[in-house]
């Protein structure tokens, strides 16, 4: 890049990074409690709840590694798009307003496993702690795939060693995230959100017209590899099978687990805010998901070699298209799909070393100040190690994002789902689900061929399931003051 072009980009950085900052400021003197650093105090309202919990959950893989993925694979990849659109509609539809109200219900849980303890009753503390070492687990590989997404964006645009680049995304996003807590996160996230979406949207049309058109990009696809318009082949030409396809769909699985993005239902100010929310999100999704994957398609026409790192091409075709100052803007929706991930994955983990460990085992009596402090430092000591693990410049963001997916997905998701809807589910049966999704999860990465191939999720979701209502049934009926309980939280919302 030009100095004069890359000069105006920086700028344009510097000045994005600079709002940012202001956000988490205001956030921090609006900060007096734990509640407010990890839940915002439950009053955010449809809005900013919806675009928190798109622009948080997509992060930088939506315009790296899914663009990269439909370059790579053409057609193949509309079916990970279209699970995850589902998941969205189904995760707003089934989990979000019984968790808002069910979780206030139990001891005003603020994290997922406060909420499994309160909800079970579970004075052993078991659960609690083995629900936290699962977030803590793969949120470091979820965290390290956003700094992984801005090393590259750094090393792309700035041309700055890769090492460094990681280390200056790093310190942007813990700068807000350690002062404002949920509200510099879900406010920041509120832009960022919108950010994404405009550049998605913008940026595919741009560069399909000056490749000549949409018959143009699929005749060069066609040239470039006739089974790349084929969505029911690979790009060797070799049929998908039911386990390709159902692994591809089966990201939708992974909402109903994801922490980050289950704080956003429980952080609503209202469950009458729900439906309205719902249709945000799902909107929200459904453009940038269309937009991500004509990214990568578009690429393919537009240009005329091959893009060795196919998860830069969003950012090759804004340099290509776009004058410096819309360049920069554009490419700050990378920096703000990063931040907005990282931020709400660094706040989740934080929130469960203050309230589930800290807190639990160390100081049950610690004051409010005391513990968001704990929280903050929380946030960076996590933000070293995921920057340690993105250090490796050959790491893909996409396959950090799916093993991460995976395991939220697996671990909670069942967990969540069937603690809200079953009343015979027990604690016994919450701890085996959580256990089986989790462990499936490491074991099956490890293994390959066959039946391995599956997406990890898939096996891990109905194993811990199962799990969940084999051990509830075999070991007896919760008590009965948590079923009764459990009919009060919210006896018909569902209509």
């Keep these: 890049m030009e100095v004069e072009n890359l000069t105006v980009v920086t700028l344009t950085f510097v000045v994005y990074i600079v709002g940012m900052l202001a956000l988490g400021l205001v956030a921090y003197m609006r900060t007096q409690n734990l509640a407010d650093y990890v839940l915002g105090g439950r009053n955010l309202g449809p809005i900013p709840s919806a675009l928190s919990a798109g622009a948080s959950d997509m992060s930088g893989w939506l315009l790296l590694g899914l663009p990269g993925y439909a370059y790579a694979a053409g057609f193949e990849a509309i079916w990970i798009a279209v699970g995850l659109l589902v998941g969205t509609w189904l995760n707003w539809l089934v989990v979000a307003r019984r968790l808002r109200n069910y979780s206030a219900a139990a ?6 496993p406060s909420y499994l303890e309160n909800r079970f009753n579970d004075t052993s ?34 041309e700055m060693p890769y090492q460094w680049a990681v280390i200056v995304g790093t310190v942007a996003v813990v700068s807000y995230t350690l002062f404002g807590g949920f509200l510099a996160v879900s406010w920041t996230d509120v832009v960022q959100g919108l950010l994404m979406m405009a550049a998605l949207a913008l940026v595919p049309v741009l560069a399909i017209s000056d490749a000549g058109g949409w018959n143009s990009v699929t005749a060069a696809m066609g040239e470039e590899n006739s089974n790349f ?6 790009d060797e030409g070799r049929a998908l099978g039911f386990v390709a396809i159902a692994s591809l769909l089966a ?18 100010s209202s469950e009458d805010k729900v439906p309205y929310a719902r249709r945000i999100a799902v909107s929200w999704s459904a453009i940038t998901l269309l937009g991500s994957l ?14 060795e790192d196919g998860e830069t091409v969003f950012m090759l075709l804004v340099n290509a298209l776009f004058h410096p100052v819309v360049s920069g ?25 203050a309230e589930d460990f800290y807190k639990g085992f160390f100081r049950k009596e610690a004051s409010q100040s005391e513990l968001v402090m704990v929280g903050r430092v929380a946030v960076v000591v996590i933000a070293l190690i995921a920057a340690a693990v993105a250090m490796d410049d050959e790491s893909m963001v996409l396959d950090l994002v799916s093993y991460a997916w995976a395991g939220f997905g697996a671990a909670f998701g069942p967990a969540i789902i069937l603690s809200l809807y079953w009343r015979r589910m027990n604690r016994n049966g ?14 099956w990465d490890m293994a390959s061929g066959g039946l391995f191939d599956i997406y990890e999720i898939l096996p891990g979701f109905i194993f811990s399931a199962i799990a969940i209502v084999v051990v509830s049934l075999a070991t007896g009926r919760p008590e009965e003051a948590i079923e009764r309980q459990f009919d009060k939280m919210d006896p018909n919302h569902d209509s």
């Excluded at 001891?107 to 997922?112: C, F, Q, V, Y």
């Excluded at 699985?253 to 952080?267: D, E, N, S, V």
């Excluded at 919450?430 to 074991?443: F, H, K, N």
Aim: proline residues 1%; hydrophobic residues 65%; aromatic residues 14%.
């Design 294 to 307: 004509l990214v990568g398609f578009a690429a393919i026409g537009f240009f005329d070699v091959t893009v």
């Design 229 to 234: 318009l084929n969505m029911f082949t690979d």
């Design 430 to 443: 919450a701890l085996a689900g959580v256990l089986v999704g989790g462990i499936t999860v490491v074991l």
């Design 125 to 158: 503390r078991v659960l609690r702690v083995i629900a936290a070492f699962f977030i803590l687990l793969f949120f470091l590989f979820y965290t390290s795939a956003g700094l992984v997404a801005g090393g590259k964006l750094f090393e792309t645009v700035f």
């Design 251 to 268: 990201w939708g699985l992974g909402y109903f687990g994801q922490p980050h993005i289950l704080a956003r239902f429980k952080a609503i």
């Design 329 to 353: 803007i554009l490419l700050a929706a990378i920096l703000a799909a990063v931040m907005s991930t990282a931020d709400s994955q660094l706040l989740v983990c934080s929130s469960a070393l």
């Design 107 to 112: 001891k005003d849980s603020l994290t997922i």
